[in-house]
């Protein structure tokens, strides 16, 4: 082989080397929750294969990211006026960026536990990071030196007094965002570089249930079908798809619910979703909709103990979920056959996690429950944490980071 084709084959592979060892959005980089990494623990406590533990000021369960030696997530300080991103060291744990990005006069949520007013977790990039909080607007900044490149705080819509909870995800120059209010209900997109609105499209259904029954939490994703690229956002009552570059509504299918949490993921040709409150249900849909907005078809539901918040894990046949009361069922993939229901003891709001062969499931009293995947239910370990995690896992190199209530840890062999 010549030198040159060897060289370039130590460049391609350094760089997937790289790319493997970021976690840059909610849910990792494919947004599945699903990461390559190998070396990684199966069991720790406060005493055991804690790499560092540092404490974060102030109220978030924003997921950290992860790019190059930077973890950034977000946190909101004063009594939740002021809103704020950070960042921590990976080597040390060490917070080398603690930036205000707003501050707002008065917080528009009650004293619900499960939102707060830093729960969208950022995105980043070589070079920036992107935040969200919901009305309270967007912001994009310098990762090197904390600066706020630009702010955008024209997106104004209703929170239910719960606070925002829908993550921002990047599609090529765009970053993408949801603004599904009580009385306001759209998708956007702001050109990343400068955050001037590129596009803006409002849901193609009209909601008339009562208060906060229009209101939704999900975080779209990106997926690929037939070698076209679909923006697939559940929202109150519809899932729909759109041209990310455009907005415009490619398919939508009506779904009974909303307050709608888990993200979409996408496999063995369906899209699977679930449609929130009152009684959430999974839906199964084949995005095979033409562009006049016709319902998808939809290969299967399931209704029982479906989750209302964290996302679901597809695992080859398998798909996982796990209800806020600590139900994890399995189902086939294909069929929506169900596998196995069991109890894992616990509430769940955090997304689960895969890798080398294991499932981190963690629950808002510190515990996070190893599952091995496969037909036969089979619990590993059980970890314990001094307090309760409501922020989703992020997997990078051989450490898995966790954001309980108070700190974030890197658990490390």
Known sequence: MP????????????????????????????????????????????TANIRWKTSIPGRGHSSPVILSNQVWLTTATEAEHSLRALCVDRGSGKITHDVEVFHIAAPDRTASELTGMAAPTPVVEPGRVYVCFGTHGNACLDTASGRILWRHTEFIFDHDGNGPGSSPILYKDLLILTCD????????????????????????????????????????????????????????????????????????????????????????????????????????????????????????????QVSMAPSLLLVGKELYMVSIGGILTCLDAASGKEIYAERLGGDYYASPVLAEGRMYFCNDTGQTVVVAPGPQFSVGTTNTLESGIMASPAIAGKAIYLRTKTHLYRIEQ
């Not at 084959?9 to 840059?24: E, F, K, T, Y």
């Open 3 to 46: 030198m040159r084709q060897i060289i370039l084959g130590l460049l391609l592979g350094s760089v997937a080397a790289l790319a493997s060892d970021d976690w840059p959005q909610f849910r990792g980089p494919g947004g599945d929750g699903i990461s390559e990494a190998t070396g990684l623990p199966a069991n720790w406590s406060e």
């Open 181 to 304: 209010g009580t009385d306001a209900r759209f998708m956007a997109a702001l050109d990343k570089q400068s955050g001037k609105l590129r596009w803006q499209t409002r849901r193609s259904n009209v909601v008339l249930t009562g208060p906060g029954g229009s209101k939704s939490y999900c975080t779209p994703t990106v997926f690929n079908v037939n070698g076209r690229d679909q923006l697939v956002s559940p929202g109150a009552h519809r899932v729909s798809a759109y041209e990310p570059a455009t907005g415009k509504e490619i398919w939508g299918c009506d779904l009974p619910g909303w307050s709608i949490v888990p993200r979409p993921i996408y496999g063995h040709g369906l899209v699977f979703v679930t449609t929130g409150g009152n009684t959430p249900e999974l839906w199964a849909v084949r995005p095979e909709g033409p562009d006049s907005g016709t319902p998808a078809p939809v290969a299967w539901r399931y209704k029982k």
